[in-house]
């Protein structure tokens, strides 16, 4: 069965880094494009990266672009999310999905001084 | 920018016909996918491409989309369906960049 099993998240400090990793399983990873969802606290669901299946291009939500990068080892079937210069309200459960219907399990980032 | 626009909330009586929107102005070209969630719970997936159903969804729950609007629909709603829901689909740049609608709280009671 399909298996998305994410790690990596935790507390970082404004204008830190943390990568986060998502390490899929039940089928042929190198087939599909996978995408990152957020959730702050309370709020609703944003989209935040996808990365097509080969890894060749990559789209970023305008409120990361240019301070998170998506990427893939597709011989390890792992995805990546680099966060770079993170602020408060990049705070928020961050899931890993391979749309529509599977989704990790969620990691929490907290950006805190 | 491209929005998808859902209203905050609705409510019913159990037994009572939810329908939660989602509008956005080219929505009529893309695919709405619709997402319930629980309270501290990853979302779940209950219509995909405008009206089809997952398996294990219940034949009460179901989607349809005319134009510029997408519906979900909860026939004889009950007090379970209480949760989240989230419309989904890709933005008009046609670079499969995503956006989801805001969410609306469906209340049961």
């Known amino acids: 069965q399909v298996q998305l099993v994410q790690s990596g998240g935790g507390v970082v400090q404004p204008g830190g880094s943390l990568r986060l990793s998502c390490a899929a399983s039940?089928?042929?990873?190198?087939?599909?494009?996978i995408h990152w969802v957020r959730q702050a606290p309370g709020k609703g669901l944003e989209w935040v990266a996808v990365i097509s299946n080969n890894g060749s291009r990559k789209y970023h939500a305008d409120s990361v672009k240019g301070r998170f990068t998506i990427s893939r080892d597709n011989s390890k079937s792992t995805l990546f999310l680099q966060l770079n210069s993170v602020r408060a309200e990049d705070t928020a459960v961050y899931y890993c999905?391979?749309?529509?219907?599977?989704w990790g399990q969620g990691t929490l980032v907290t950006v805190s001084s | 920018s491209y929005e998808l626009t859902q209203p905050p909330s609705v409510s019913v009586s159990p037994g009572q016909t939810a329908k939660i929107t989602c509008s956005a102005d080219?929505?009529?070209?893309?695919?709405v996918y619709w997402y319930q969630q629980k309270s501290g719970q990853a979302p779940v997936l209950v219509i995909y491409e405008d009206t089809e159903r997952p398996s294990g969804i219940p034949e009460r729950i179901s989607g349809s989309s005319s134009g510029t609007m997408a519906t979900l629909t909860i026939s004889g709603a009950q007090v379970e369906d209480e949760a989240d829901y989230y419309c989904y689909s890709t933005d008009s740049t046609g670079n499969h960049r995503g956006i989801f609608g805001g969410g609306t709280k469906l209340t049961v009671l």
């Open positions: 039940g089928f042929t990873f190198s087939s599909y494009a």
């Open positions: 999905v391979l749309f529509p219907v599977y």
């Open positions: 080219a929505l009529s070209e893309k695919y």
